[in-house]
């Protein structure tokens, strides 16, 4: 982003009051962490930002093409189970990086191999290698991107809101097939909720 786009999108941001001051938060968060992901060494076509500022039922995977720095694909994406909160409310509120909390986690990672799931309804799944000091863990808890019924649209149109997972990023099976296509082989995703919890 340019610093004069930053600075202008700030205190557009700063001027609004209620709804209107969230939704430019929210578009600030999602432009500052589009800037971050493409300031980081990649020679992959593609990057994506998950913004957990994002009710889970709202397309929150935003993929974006490099060269253009542009978002050319958004997606539903369900998150842990572990980071529902006591609200219920379809925002993700709680992260962790430990095994076995079912909870999503933020920061960087870089997309690995794709495999065939032996977990009924999974398929087709990329690994995800977790590169921050908040997702390290991603491997050894088997955080991946795949697919379940819960993602499917009729389930997330009847609920409100998506499913959730036991902290990997889900999909419907249409969905996941498009990321991985676009994001196998060592693209980075950069999973935000808030300005203050980014990493550099």
């Known amino acids: 982003m340019r610093r004069r786009s930053f600075l202008l999108a700030s205190a557009a941001a700063l001027s609004l009051g209620g709804p ?27 990057a994506a930002v998950l913004d957990f500022s994002q009710h889970s039922g709202r397309p929150r995977f935003h993929v974006i093409e490099r060269s253009e720095g542009q978002v050319v694909q958004s997606f539903l994406v369900a998150h842990g189970s572990g980071s529902e909160g006591p609200s219920d409310d379809g925002y993700a509120d709680v992260f962790s990086n430990v095994p076995d909390s079912e909870a999503s986690s933020l920061g960087l990672y870089r997309t690995g191999a794709t495999y065939l799931s032996a977990k009924k309804g999974h398929g087709l799944s990329m690994r995800l290698h977790g590169l921050s000091e908040t997702n390290s863990n991603a491997l050894e808890r088997l955080v991946v991107i795949h697919a379940n019924w819960y993602m499917e649209p009729g389930h997330i149109e009847r609920q409100g809101r998506a499913g959730r997972s036991e902290g990997c990023m889900v999909f419907s099976a249409k969905d996941r097939d498009a990321v991985v296509r676009m994001l196998k082989g060592g693209a980075l995703i950069y999973a935000v909720k808030d300005l203050e919890s980014m990493d550099g």
Do not use: I
């Open 20 to 46: 209107a001051r969230a939704q430019a938060d929210r578009s600030l968060l999602l432009d500052v962490a589009v800037a971050r992901v493409l300031g980081k060494p990649s020679e992959h076509r593609y």
